[in-house]
T-cell receptor
């Protein structure tokens, strides 16, 4: 089974702190994604990556950065956390190939910024 | 801008009834995905629809895709309580370097006896 794990299920941080959210997948997937999920807004894409050291902005990249130094790991960084970044963060991965594959999601990290 | 719209956003059903969730999208795409999310949990893949006219069924759920109408439906037959969840549809969005998904806002289904 594909497994996508996220470093924390719940996280509480203070405004201005630097926050790291880690995501690891064990299926050698090329593609990795970070979303945030808010009530009434669904899932919105923050950043994604198609290869090591590669990143692409999604729909709402402002206030976030990412890092992908190894194929299995994709990190989301909040440089200076703000209260409007309180949300559920979901990581996903998928493979690249001739047949479109679905995305596999991690359990999510619920981040609260005070 | 690619938009994915689901309706209804909230659906309260009685057990044993049938209903359909609709997913409209605003760009040409041959691929559409349905996911399920239980409260407090992550998303689980239900269906991947890869071409016009594709139909897939799993238990009491059946999904179909009409790429000409830019419409997918998720039909629920004889609903049971275990189907209570939020259902998302998503469509491929082509970026320069690859493909990402754009999600609808989700349909929260509540099945009661």
């Amino acid at each position: 089974d594909v497994k996508v794990t996220q470093s924390s299920r719940y996280l509480v941080k203070r405004t201005g702190e630097k926050v790291f959210l880690e995501c690891v997948q064990d299926m050698d997937h090329e593609n990795m994604f970070w979303y945030r999920q808010d009530p009434g807004l669904g899932l919105r894409l923050i950043y994604f990556s198609y290869d090591v050291k590669m990143k692409e902005k999604g729909d709402i990249p402002e206030g976030y950065s990412v890092s992908r130094e190894k194929k299995e790991r994709f990190s989301l960084i909040l440089e200076s956390a703000s209260t409007n970044q309180t949300s559920m963060y979901l990581c996903a991965s998928s493979r690249t190939g001739p047949i479109t594959d679905t995305q596999y999601f991690g359990p999510g990290t619920r981040l609260t910024v005070l | 801008e690619l938009k994915v719209e689901q309706n209804p956003l909230f659906l309260s059903m009685q057990e044993g009834k049938n209903y359909t969730i609709y997913c409209n999208y605003s760009t040409t795409s041959d691929r559409l995905y349905w996911y399920r999310q239980d409260p407090g949990k992550s998303l689980e893949s239900l269906f991947v629809l890869l071409s016009n006219g594709a139909v897939k069924q799993e238990g009491r759920l059946m999904a179909s895709l009409d790429t000409k109408a830019r419409l997918s439906t998720l039909h629920i037959t004889a609903a049971v309580h275990d189907l209570s969840a939020t259902y998302f549809c998503a469509v491929d969005m082509i970026h320069q370097a690859g493909t990402a998904l754009i999600f609808g806002k989700g349909t929260t289904l509540s099945v009661s006896s």
